[in-house]
């Protein structure tokens, strides 16, 4: 009897997984808000300097100046009708903030911070009224809006 040699099958490596990595933490939550800070790593009325409200020039795209935000607003809203004022009341207050972010160097590290922390920032309206820009707020707590503001400045670069 002769033996016939058995080829071993090969096997089948099982490919490794790939490593899990587990979703980021959410980090502190920073409100924007001058009667309620909420941080420790900003220096003390880091809040009220992130606000939109005070002066801090803006140029359109046209070359054309503004004080601040609200004087842009102001200025431009009768110019468009009432369903196309949404979109340029947006394309003004992003351009704001990314001027802003690229020649306050103090806005700019604050926003940097936030973003290092994997912060968020959410931009209180001062009321209890939900709106587009912000979030409404009742004894400390958020009651709607969709903080437009606090998701641009993030996103800034």
Do not use: C, H
């Amino acid at each position: 009897v002769t033996e016939v040699p058995v080829k071993k099958a090969r096997s089948k490596k099982t490919p490794t997984p790939a490593p899990v990595t587990a979703a980021a933490e959410p980090g502190p939550v920073f409100l924007v808000n001058a009667k309620q800070e909420t941080s420790t790593i900003l220096e003390p009325g880091w809040s009220k300097y992130m606000a939109v409200t005070g002066e801090f020039p803006i140029t359109d795209e046209s070359g054309a100046q503004f004080k601040s935000i609200q004087t842009a607003v102001s200025s431009q809203k009768d110019k468009f009708p009432a369903d196309a004022w949404k979109p340029e009341q947006y394309r003004l207050y992003q351009l704001y903030l990314k001027q802003r972010y690229d020649n306050d160097a103090k806005f700019r590290a604050m926003i940097d911070t936030i973003k290092a922390a994997n912060g968020s920032i959410l931009f209180a309206n001062g009321s209890v009224k939900a709106q587009d820009l912000g979030v409404g707020l009742k004894d400390g707590v958020v009651v709607g809006g969709d903080n437009l503001l606090g998701q641009w400045m993030l996103a800034l670069s």
